[in-house]
Each structure stands twice: as C-alpha cells, then as structure tokens.
C-alpha cells in the first residue's frame, strides 16, 4: 500500500502541499499579467510578463494581449510541470507578490498618465495658436489662486 501511495504521489495524482493549483496559476495570471508565474515561484519570469505585456499594450494592442494570454497559458503549463515532479517547485514569497502587485499598479498610474498627457496636448493643439494662449492664461490664473 505505501508503495501505491509513493507511486501516485510521485506522478502528481495525490496533491500535497508543495503542489501548485493549475486554475489559481490562470486566474491569477488573468488578473496581472505574471502574477501566475509569481504564484509559481518563478518571480523573474512574472516579472518579465508584466513588463513585456504593458510593453506590448502601450505600443500595440494586440501584442500585448497576445503575451497576457501567453502567460495564462505558461502559469497553467508550469503548475502542471512542478506538480509532476518535471520542474522544481517553489514556495510562494509574499515580499515578492506585494512587489508585483505594487509595480503593477504603478505601471497602470504610469500609463494613464502618459495617455492622459497626450491626450490634452492633442485637445490643446487642436484650438490653435489663439486657443493656447487662452489655455495657458486660465492655466496661469489657476495657479494664483493656489
């Protein structure tokens, strides 16, 4: 009987408490992009995700989602694999997770940012050479009043 147990835990079917859940990698990935890597253990590749799918989502869309879903899929593969013994399982680090998790916030105020920024510098240059000098006088006159 124990060597049955030995043998089924070994290919994965008898989950234990290293083992990673495959659903929780995806879902995880599907919230930020590389948070089902750092479910994983696998910290640089999540952070790789993330970077590489804002990238691509900043410059195009399509490529960006392109590489989100990727990293759906690589978080589930990956689980799999640790669960089977095939690559080395690693624990999950809270620091690294709250590192994520704040990186990823602030690339999203980042890129906000960067498109609120262009999208008021094409509002101003829409209005023309007249316009602009009416924005930066109702710009000068909120600043004296603060």
């Known amino acids: 009987m124990d060597s049955e147990c030995d043998t089924l835990s070994s290919r994965g079917s008898i989950r234990g408490e290293d083992d990673k859940n495959q659903q929780v990698a ?16 696998e910290s640089v ?8 799918t804002v ?8 490529p960006g989602l392109i590489i989100w879903i990727y990293s759906m899929y690589d978080a589930y593969i990956s689980a799999g694999k640790m669960n ?13 997770v ?4 704040l990186s990823a916030v602030f690339l ?3 890129v906000i940012i960067v498109i609120l920024m262009v999208v008021i510098s094409l509002m101003v240059s829409l209005l023309g050479p007249a ?4 924005f930066f006088r109702m710009l000068d006159a909120s600043r004296r009043l603060f």
């Open 26 to 41: 995806v879902f995880c990935s599907s919230l930020i992009p590389g948070l089902g890597q750092i479910y994983n253990g």
């Open 84 to 96: 089977e013994g095939i690559l080395e399982s690693a624990p999950v680090k809270p620091v690294i």
């Open 108 to 110: 999203a105020i980042a």
């Open 131 to 134: 316009g602009n000098t009416d």
């Open 98 to 101: 709250v590192i994520f998790v």
């Open 55 to 62: 990238v691509g989502l900043f410059l195009l869309l399509i």
């Open 45 to 52: 590749k999540g952070f790789i995700f993330l970077f590489s």
